[in-house]
């Protein structure tokens, strides 16, 4: 198996139907939590009902839970969208420590400002940390810490191999145009109406094989994606339905991830077994 990055794109639709702002949080947090136990490296935020407010509601809520709990005060001001911020599933990913700074730890880490030694960089610990290059202010980043003394933290940017989180991208465009933007070699629609993926198994597996980047698209409650690609079905590589004879009339977007994620999660990593 080659794949090297999963996509999941999401409509701002999912949050418009509801006024509730606390019931729109506690859905994108369902979103979050199954994006980062499935390891997808990437969430796209498409409009769907051009509605750009919808848009930057839902990424703010994405990016507010995959950042560290020790940056969150200094990157997001209080506003009334984050209110219900503390109903969030934490995610419990490893760039979200909850353990002191050790050498050889990644972070993330916040620029604060920039000295004629470096740049200084909140990465959680009782001291700001120095990183000898000069970084850009007010800024995410990560780091490995090399140094760890009394008289000073000794960081330099680094990311590990493992899992890191996920990036949040809203494009403020449709589904078709941030398909084109993000560039995926390998696209999956998901839909009630296509074939069973327990009856075409097979065919997946050998389909996205080859994959390095995969993206897996999700309709809103208002719209399904043939609707939502206006009719330019060549988008879509393979289309299935990952909830055969499903017990309920409609599923959500958040429940359709779920559950999606958990079937490819499971194909991935048996391919990856047999090789």
Same mark, same amino acid.
């Given at each position: 198996?080659t794949l090297r990055h999963l996509s999941i794109f999401i409509p701002a639709s999912i949050t418009a139907e509801s006024k509730d702002l606390r019931i729109k949080t506690y859905?994108?947090? @369902? /979103?979050?939590?199954?994006?980062?136990?499935?390891?997808?490296?990437k969430i796209v935020v498409y409009n769907d009902i051009s509605d750009s407010k919808e848009v930057k509601f839902i990424s703010d809520v994405l990016t507010y839970m995959n950042?560290?709990?020790?940056?969150?005060?200094?990157?997001?001001?209080?506003?009334?969208?984050?209110?219900?911020?503390?109903?969030?599933?934490? !995610?419990?990913?490893?760039?979200?420590?909850?353990?002191?700074?050790?050498?050889?730890?990644?972070?993330?880490?916040?620029?604060?400002?920039?000295?004629?030694?470096?740049?200084?960089?909140?990465?959680?610990?009782?001291? @700001?940390? !120095?990183?000898?290059?000069? @970084?850009? #202010?007010?800024? /995410?980043?990560?780091?490995?810490?090399?140094? @760890?003394?009394?008289?000073?933290?000794?960081?330099?940017?680094?990311?590990?191999?493992?899992?890191?989180?996920?990036?949040?991208?809203s494009t403020y465009k449709d589904l078709y145009e941030s398909i084109l933007e993000v560039k995926p070699d390998f696209v999956i629609g998901t839909s009630r109406y296509a074939?069973?993926?327990?009856?075409?198994?097979?065919?997946?597996?050998?389909? #996205?094989?080859?994959?390095?980047?995969?993206? /897996?698209?999700?309709?809103?409650?208002?719209?399904?994606?043939?609707?939502? #690609?206006?009719?330019?079905?060549? /988008? #879509?590589?393979?289309?299935?339905?990952?909830?055969?004879?499903?017990?309920?009339?409609?599923?959500?977007?958040?429940?359709?991830?779920?559950?999606?994620?958990?079937?490819?999660?499971?194909?991935?990593?048996?391919?990856?077994?047999?090789?």
């Amino acid at each position: 198996m080659t794949l090297r990055h999963l996509s999941i794109f999401i409509p701002a639709s999912i949050t418009a139907e509801s006024k509730d702002l606390r019931i729109k949080t506690y859905k994108v947090g @369902l /979103i979050g939590r199954s994006a980062a136990i499935f390891k997808a490296d990437k969430i796209v935020v498409y409009n769907d009902i051009s509605d750009s407010k919808e848009v930057k509601f839902i990424s703010d809520v994405l990016t507010y839970m995959n950042t560290p709990q020790y940056l969150r005060k200094k990157v997001f001001p209080i506003t009334r969208e984050l209110k219900n911020v503390g109903i969030l599933p934490p !995610l419990r990913t490893p760039h979200h420590p909850t353990d002191e700074p050790q050498v050889g730890d990644y972070r993330q880490g916040f620029t604060v400002k920039r000295t004629r030694r470096g740049t200084m960089v909140d990465i959680g610990a009782d001291r @700001l940390a !120095l990183c000898r290059e000069k @970084l850009s #202010i007010n800024k /995410i980043f990560s780091f490995r810490i090399v140094k @760890l003394s009394k008289e000073h933290i000794l960081i330099e940017p680094d990311k590990p191999d493992s899992y890191w989180g996920y990036e949040v991208l809203s494009t403020y465009k449709d589904l078709y145009e941030s398909i084109l933007e993000v560039k995926p070699d390998f696209v999956i629609g998901t839909s009630r109406y296509a074939e069973p993926i327990t009856s075409i198994l097979d065919e997946v597996k050998h389909k #996205i094989k080859d994959a390095k980047h995969l993206a /897996i698209l999700f309709g809103g409650p208002y719209s399904g994606l043939h609707e939502l #690609i206006q009719g330019r079905k060549n /988008i #879509i590589d393979l289309e299935v339905n990952t909830v055969p004879s499903q017990g309920t009339a409609t599923i959500r977007t958040e429940e359709a991830v779920l559950t999606t994620l958990s079937a490819f999660n499971l194909l991935l990593n048996a391919e990856n077994s047999e090789n």
